[in-house]
């Protein structure tokens, strides 16, 4: 049998057990009918027969992979546990969301590059000829770095933490800017996934364009002399920020990919699987950032000596490139 002639017979068939995975996971599974059980176990054990062909004959990666994750989308119904809310949440975040990281790392890897690249190249010429970063700031963003990072009083700004008596409005002050950090990186992250729509060339703009203003900032306040205070800050929940944002253009890059070369799919389709695998990324990302926020909202600006903060800094980007490769390989 030839190619062309094995998928007009076969996609109606792979479309419809498509319909059914929809209706399997949006429902309990008690709530199917045995009828609804073995017609959607007779799809599956097709699926499978398919997925021997396509292997076996060579007819192409892309087919082999969108019959794959069908597959294991039906074998999830039949042998995953039904869990409460809470589990499913963490099994996402330490099981499914680092494999489907590692699963499309050469995105990935390619939107570190974009991005952390400008961002040490400008980090390191700004520090070096602080006069160019007026190309990238404005002079009241430039004096106001100076401000902040000269003040006599900007490391004891936070002494108040420690007070019983002010726990409560420390505390409230806090948790807004929280906030006010998850609503900016969630923003920025979200724009590197969203406009890989556009080929891939709205998320590379985004991923140079932070990675240039993140660098220049970093560049221009370590030429006033601030090092320690300043790195002292960032280390923490740098190692969350920087690199959710950074897997959210991945996210946009598979996205945009998936719209150049959809391969032996149609393009909608060729979208539908991969933008299933980014839109987890892009999550994943956002839980990053909000663990970020609380890093930076509370532990960030804590009159603790610099030692410690780059101690725990260490260790927290460490957790992450641990937990990146290698948390949920037991499953696979």
């Known amino acids: 049998m030839k190619r062309a002639t094995f998928l007009a017979q076969r996609k109606p068939a792979w479309q419809n057990f498509e319909k059914s995975l929809r209706r399997v996971e949006s429902v309990n599974q008690r709530r199917l009918s045995s009828e609804e059980v073995l017609a959607f176990s007779r799809q599956l054990r097709e699926v499978a027969h398919d997925l021997e062909q396509v292997r076996t004959r060579d007819w192409g990666l892309d087919l082999e992979e969108y019959l794959n994750r069908l597959l294991a989308r039906g074998h999830d119904y039949f ?32 939107a570190a590059l974009l991005f952390f690249g400008p961002l040490i ?39 108040s933490a420690f007070s019983f008596d002010s726990w409560n409005d420390y505390g409230n002050e806090r948790a807004s800017m929280a906030g006010f950090y998850v609503q900016h990186n969630v923003g920025i992250a979200l724009q590197c996934f969203a406009r890989g729509i556009l080929l891939g060339i709205g998320t590379i703009y985004t991923l140079l364009f932070n990675g240039i203003s993140i660098g220049a900032t970093a560049g221009y306040v370590l030429s006033l ?19 959710a944002i950074a897997i959210a253009g991945g ?73 990146l490769g290698w948390s949920g390989r037991q499953r696979a």
């Open 79 to 110: 042998h995953a546990p039904r869990a409460g809310t809470w589990h499913t949440i963490g099994q996402f975040l330490f099981m499914e969301f680092p494999r489907i990281f590692r699963t499309w790392w050469g995105y990935q890897l390619l």
């Open 121 to 159: 190249i400008s980090w390191i010429l700004i520090q070096n000829e602080p006069a160019l970063a007026a190309r990238f700031m404005s002079q009241e963003a430039l004096d106001q770095y100076d401000m902040m990072y000269s003040s006599e009083d900007s490391a004891s700004i936070d002494e």
């Open 251 to 323: 996210a946009g890059l598979l996205v945009g990919d998936a719209a150049l070369h959809p391969g032996q799919l149609s393009r909608w389709s060729a979208l539908r699987l991969r933008g299933r695998d980014a839109g987890q990324l892009a999550v994943g990302a956002a839980f990053m950032l909000v663990v970020a926020a609380l890093i930076e909202a509370f532990w960030s600006p804590a009159p603790i000596p610099s030692e410690y903060k780059f101690l725990v800094g260490g260790f927290l980007w460490f957790s992450v490139a641990m937990y």
């Open 225 to 243: 002399g601030h090092a320690d205070r300043f790195l002292g800050f960032v280390v923490s929940h740098g190692s969350f920020e920087l690199t």
